[in-house]
C-alpha cells in the first residue's frame, strides 16, 4: 500500500511540475497567418421600406466578430446621438452589449431605406492586422417602436476570393459580402 502511495505521489509532484512550467513558459502557439495585403470584404445590404404608419429610420449597427463572437472591428453604427435618440441606442442588442464605448468614435447619421455598402481592410478597432481566418459579418437594425433584425453570419477568410449571400432578416432585406482584392 506504502508503494502505491508512493508512485501517486510522485505523480502528482510530476504533474504539478509541469503545470509550473507551462506558466513560466507557454508553449507558442501556431501564429495564424495574417490578412492578405491588397484583399478587402466587400458588405452589400438593403435596409427594407415599410409600407405604411409613420415609420422612423432605423439605427443599424455593422461588425465582424471573430469565431468566439468577440468584436474585432465596428464598420458603421447609424444611431441618432441627441434629444431623445440615445435611449434608443440599447436596442442594438448584441453590438451595444460589446462595443457601446465606441459610439462617439463611429456612429453617423440614421439613413433612409436603400442598399448600402461598407468594406473592411482587416483592420482591427485597434488598428493592427486581423489574422485570416473564421469570421462573423453582423448586421443588426432596431426601430424605435418597431422590429429588431440581425444578421449574423460565418464566413472565412485566406488568400481566395469569394463571394457569398446572406440571409436577410425583417429590416435587413438581403446582404451578401464578396472578398477579393480591393
Known amino acids: 500500500m ?11 509532484a510530476l504533474a504539478t511540475a509541469a503545470l509550473g512550467l507551462n506558466r513560466l513558459l507557454p508553449a507558442q502557439a501556431a501564429a495564424a497567418p495574417t490578412w492578405t495585403k491588397g484583399m478587402a470584404l466587400d458588405i452589400t445590404f438593403s435596409v427594407a421600406t415599410q409600407a405604411s404608419g409613420r415609420v422612423k429610420r ?89 422590429p429588431y433584425s440581425l444578421v449574423r453570419e460565418k464566413v472565412t477568410l485566406g488568400t481566395a476570393p469569394f463571394k457569398q449571400t446572406l440571409t436577410g432578416d425583417g429590416d435587413i432585406e438581403a446582404a451578401s459580402v464578396s472578398y477579393a482584392r480591393a
Open 58 to 146: 432605423p439605427y443599424v449597427a455593422v461588425w465582424i466578430e471573430d469565431a468566439q463572437g468577440n468584436p474585432v472591428r465596428t464598420l458603421t453604427v447609424w444611431a441618432q446621438t441627441t434629444g431623445r435618440g440615445p435611449r434608443w441606442i440599447p436596442d442594438l442588442r448584441r453590438w451595444y452589449r460589446a462595443n457601446a464605448g465606441l459610439l462617439d468614435t463611429v456612429s453617423s447619421a440614421t439613413r433612409n431605406p436603400g442598399t448600402y455598402a461598407l468594406a473592411w481592410d482587416g483592420k482591427t478597432d485597434r488598428g493592427s492586422l486581423a489574422s485570416q481566418g473564421t469570421y462573423y459579418v453582423c448586421i443588426e437594425a432596431a426601430r424605435e417602436h418597431g
Open 2 to 12: 506504502s508503494e502505491t502511495r508512493r508512485s501517486f505521489l510522485g505523480k502528482l
